[in-house]
């Protein structure tokens, strides 16, 4: 989502806020590497620790779930 309201003293720049998912640390370390050398100005929040948020995949059908 773009934002220049609230982007000062240049009227060419936009404001981004990007979502993404990573593949893990790796990706992360990546992703950030190239933001980093691309932009100017950028800011990482809400980072988190990938061992605490662990995905598997379910073999599990809908059928077996009960409601």
Not at 16 to 21: F, L, Q, S
Not at 29 to 53: G, K, P, Q
Request: aromatic share 12%; proline share 1%; charged share 30%.
């Amino acid at each position: 989502m773009q934002e220049r309201a609230w982007v000062f003293g240049d009227i060419f720049s936009v404001r981004v806020k990007v979502v993404c998912e990573t593949r893990g640390p790796d990706h992360l370390d990546e992703l950030r590497t190239v933001i980093a050398n691309t932009y100017r100005e950028w800011n990482f929040s809400r980072e988190c620790d990938f061992d605490d948020y662990l995905r598997t995949n379910s073999n599990d059908s809908l059928d077996n779930i009960s409601h």
